[in-house]
C-alpha cells in the first residue's frame, strides 16, 4: 500500500513539475529565437498568458539588437532593430490587450513628439514597476492598468483597435 502512494506521489510530482517546465520553455523558446536573429523573422508571437509575464520580463533587461523577430504582417512600419527587451515587452502588451499585435511596431515613442524614440532604459522601470504592483492579482485585474498609465509614452502606431481610415 505504501508503495502504490509513493508511485502516485512521484507520478503526480513528475506531472506537475514537467507542466511547470513547458510554461517556462515557451518563453525560453521565444527567447532563443528572437537571439539567435537568423533566417525569416517568427511570423507570429507564441500564445503567451498571464503566467508567463514574470519569465518574459526577466528577459526585458536584454539590450541585445535584433533584426528578426516578429512583427504585425499588415504593418507598412518596416521593423528596424531594436533590443530584445523591446520584444519581450510587446509580447507582454498582447497578453494584456489579447491580441497577437497590439500596435503597428515595437518601439516606444515620446507621447508629446513622436519623432522620439525612447530608450528601454527608460521603458523598462514602468513595467517592472507596474509587476511589482500587481503579481498575484487576477487576470480581469491586472488588466486594469497599464504599464506606460500616466507615463507619457506610447507604443508605435496608433492601438490597431483604433484604426478607422473611413471616419
Avoid at 530584445?84 to 507621447?111: H, N
Avoid at 524614440?117 to 491586472?142: C, D, H, M
Wanted: glycine share 6%; with cysteine.
Amino acid at each position: 500500500m505504501r508503495m502504490k502512494r509513493y508511485i502516485y506521489f512521484v507520478l503526480l510530482l513528475a506531472a506537475t513539475t514537467s507542466c511547470k517546465k513547458s510554461d517556462l520553455d515557451i518563453v525560453e523558446k521565444f527567447v532563443q529565437e528572437v537571439k539567435a536573429d537568423k533566417g525569416d523573422p517568427p511570423n507570429s508571437l507564441p500564445d503567451f498568458q498571464i503566467d508567463d509575464i514574470e519569465a518574459l520580463l526577466k528577459h526585458a533587461k536584454d539590450d541585445q539588437i535584433v533584426s528578426r523577430y516578429p512583427r504585425p504582417p499588415h504593418s507598412s512600419l518596416f521593423g528596424e532593430p531594436v533590443e530584445v527587451g523591446f520584444v519581450m515587452l510587446y509580447a507582454i502588451e498582447s497578453i494584456l490587450q489579447q491580441k497577437e499585435w497590439p500596435y503597428l511596431g515595437i518601439g516606444v515613442l515620446d507621447g508629446l513628439d513622436f519623432r522620439i524614440r525612447v530608450p528601454l532604459s527608460e521603458v523598462l522601470p514602468f513595467y517592472q514597476s507596474w509587476w511589482a504592483t500587481n503579481k498575484g492579482k487576477s487576470a480581469e485585474e491586472i488588466r486594469k492598468t497599464h504599464p506606460l498609465a500616466g507615463s507619457g509614452l506610447t507604443w508605435h502606431g496608433i492601438p490597431i483597435t483604433d484604426i478607422n481610415f473611413y471616419r
